[in-house]
């Protein structure tokens, strides 16, 4: 067998370095591609974390509008039942105002007949009189039970939220500014005017 010679050798030689320049050239464009493919990747991801300090940044807004939403409904509800409950109070004290204003001609019919059969002594005038004055009785009694209270503020200070003045008169015996007759009794529901008293008013 006989041995290769030094002109094959040194044939072969270039050949092998050519493959290597090859394999190595192969190599690197395969770095070239993995670290552009890293690139690529790093990039994306740094898109996502934008995108997604974004998303929680529009989350956080809507979350505190939310709260802001939920706190203005509690107020309105809380305002809605505050008003709710007034009107309730005010409907139990007040749902009879206008049936006690009307029944306040029949109170002051009553005491006129009182007052007329006083001024008659015979039997007749005397039972008419025990009759309309215990009716009387009755509708006081009624009126105290519903808060009715009636405003006869003879020898008082004028008040203009309970007397209508009707005419001053010069009292020397009265303090000035002061009721010294009642024409017609006044009467309030539960502190509130369903009638003032009708005065007449000393000269100050």
Do not use: W
Not at 12 to 25: I, L, M
Not at 162 to 184: G, K, M, R, W
């Amino acid at each position: 067998m006989s041995k290769p010679t030094q002109e094959n050798e040194d044939k072969a030689g270039p050949v092998e370095q050519g493959a290597r320049t090859d394999d190595q050239q192969d190599t690197g464009a395969g770095q070239s591609k993995e670290t552009i493919g890293l690139e690529g990747e790093s990039s994306d991801e740094e898109l996502n974390v934008e995108q997604l300090k974004e998303r929680l940044s529009e989350a956080t807004l809507s979350a505190e509008r939310a709260q802001d939403d939920l706190l203005r409904v509690k107020a309105e509800m809380q305002n809605l039942r505050r008003r709710t409950e007034q009107d309730v109070e005010k409907a139990h004290k007040y749902g009879i105002e206008k049936f006690s204003a009307e029944l306040l001609g029949v109170i002051d019919n009553l005491e006129r007949a009182l007052l007329a059969a006083q001024e008659h002594e015979d039997e007749s005038s005397k039972a008419i009189h025990d009759g309309v004055s215990l009716t009387l009785k009755s509708f006081n009694d009624c009126f105290a039970k519903f808060s009715i209270e009636v405003v006869d503020p003879t020898g008082e200070p004028f008040d203009p939220q309970l007397h209508q003045a009707i005419a001053t008169q010069e009292s020397p015996d009265s303090e000035p500014n002061s009721v010294i007759e009642v024409v017609q009794k006044g009467y309030t529901l539960n502190g509130r005017v369903i009638r003032p008293a009708m005065v007449m008013v000393s000269k100050g």
